[in-house]
Every structure is written in structure tokens, then in C-alpha cells.
């Protein structure tokens, strides 16, 4: 029997890059500003023991900062794409600084990686009216910032319905060809992520349940999940429960049992 493909991709930040982080009154106690990237070989170890191949999304001041680390993903066989140079939102910072988000973080990353660069992903999934246009410029070959989800207050969503992988044209009006869109995956019907915070919120059958329903469909399952997810996140003043739950242990427990499933998991760029 032919396993459904899948795609479990890794937005490669630290925890002082999300949002939730920088907008709290405290802040990490010393100067570890890297938390959540020594799991970047527990997720290599856990691709390896399944035999699957990912996409890592990597913010690209991590890659100048430690450049080894690209190279033992690369060299584990997984796809590099871009996750922007500073994981800003690119929707607060004017033309001028998206551009050079978008080209920085592609020149440095193929620089450190030693290969192509063609795949990008926007932090927190914000982009803007000219987003593919600007991707089409910087030389990228496809995206996937956009989840056909439900509206959610404070989040995102509500604004497309595609789920399969489309020309960019098919998303926005008048956007290149060029650049091929690859939405997040989201559950059928009830039209909610299936990974990323929901993961942690809905809990791990409820994202094999959707890749299920999904591949019954037809649609591969795209999901994501970040390294600092995958410890034990230390206490910041500010920061919101909801980022703490279920991560460490339990997270690095769900993604095995994802990646146990009957799917062969493949990177992005071979869709």
C-alpha cells in the first residue's frame, strides 16, 4: 500500500523571536537568547529514526550566529528555506526593509547552507498586498504563509480557502506565476490549524485526525512546529500561559508520534 505524502516542516526562531516574547515586560535572565535551538537535534534524530525529510524555515541571524547548525540539517539531508533575517512582521516594516528581509535572509542562508534557497515562510503568517511580487523579485520559487483557516480574533485567517498547493494568482490577483503558494494544513470543516500552537491546544489526534482527512482528500498535510516548543521554556514576566502549554516533553513525544504515522514525509520544494 502507497503511504500519503506529508510535510512536517520546522520554523527555525528562538523563543526571544515570537512575539509573545518581545512584547513582555520581563525578559531571559542572562544572556541566553538562543533557547530552543538544541532541540534542533532532537528533531533531526526523531526525522532520522522514521526515515522522513523536511523543510527547515530558519530565521537567518540564527545561521550567521551558528552555522553549524545549518550544516548539520543540511548535511542530515533536509531543505533549507527562509523564515526572514530578523523573524519581524513584515506587514509593521516599509518596502525598503522587506525587501532586504527577503534578500539578506536568502544570500545569507545559501551562503552558510551551500545550496539553493527557494522557499519562504513569513513570521506569524503576516504579509502583505505585494508580498508575492517582492518573492517573485528576490528570486524565491514558492511560499507558504498562508492558512485557509477560519478568522481568528487576534491571530489570522479569514481571508482564503484554498488548502492545496496553487500559483500564487489563485491566492491573490494578479500575483506572479512564478511563485507557487503551499498553504498550512487545516482540519476539514472546522477549518482550524492543525499544528503550530493547535497541536498543543487540540492535542496530537486531533492533527493525525486531520492528516487523515486531509490525504482522503487528496490535499497533502503541511504542518509546522518550532524548536522551542520542544523544551522546558524558562518563565519570562509577561509572557502568556498559553505559550508554555505542552511544550517540552510532551511536544517532542507528539512529534514522534506524527512522524510514526503511515506517511512518508517529504520537504517542501518536492511539491
Not at 199 to 214: A, D, H, N, Q, S
Request: charge should be negative.
Amino acid at each position: 500500500m502507497v503511504r500519503p505524502t506529508a510535510v512536517l516542516s520546522v520554523d527555525v526562531e528562538c523563543f526571544s523571536h515570537i512575539p509573545a516574547y518581545r512584547n513582555a515586560h520581563g525578559s531571559l535572565a542572562g544572556s541566553d537568547t538562543d533557547v530552543g535551538l538544541s532541540a534542533i537535534e532532537v528533531l533531526l534524530d526523531r526525522y532520522d529514526a522514521y526515515d522522513a525529510v523536511g523543510t527547515f524555515f530558519v530565521v537567518s541571524d540564527i545561521a550567521e550566529r551558528h552555522p553549524e547548525i545549518i550544516t548539520r540539517i543540511v548535511d542530515a539531508g533536509h531543505e533549507i528555506g527562509s523564515h526572514t533575517h530578523r523573524h519581524v512582521h513584515l506587514s509593521e516594516i516599509d518596502t525598503a526593509e522587506r525587501r532586504d528581509e527577503l534578500r539578506t535572509s536568502r544570500e545569507t542562508l545559501e551562503r552558510v547552507a551551500d545550496s539553493p534557497v527557494t522557499g519562504f515562510r513569513a513570521p506569524s503568517f503576516d504579509i502583505t498586498t505585494d508580498h508575492f511580487t517582492e518573492l517573485a523579485a528576490a528570486g524565491y520559487e514558492y511560499d507558504s504563509s498562508i492558512v485557509p483557516c477560519r478568522s481568528i480574533p487576534g491571530w489570522y485567517g479569514g481571508e482564503h480557502t484554498v488548502q492545496e498547493p496553487a500559483p500564487a494568482s489563485r491566492f491573490v490577483e494578479g500575483a506572479p506565476s512564478t511563485v507557487t503558494e503551499l498553504p498550512v494544513a487545516v482540519m476539514p470543516g472546522l477549518r482550524l490549524p492543525l499544528t503550530g500552537t493547535w497541536l498543543r491546544f487540540f492535542g496530537v489526534k486531533y492533527t493525525i485526525l486531520g492528516m487523515k482527512l486531509l490525504a482522503r482528500r487528496g490535499i497533502v498535510p503541511i504542518l509546522y512546529i518550532h524548536p522551542w516548543e520542544l523544551v522546558d521554556l524558562p518563565r519570562v514576566d509577561g509572557v502568556p500561559r498559553r505559550v508554555y502549554w505542552r511544550t517540552g516533553e510532551w511536544l517532542q513525544n507528539a512529534v514522534e508520534r506524527i512522524l510514526s504515522e503511515r506517511f512518508t514525509f517529504v520537504p517542501m520544494n518536492s511539491l
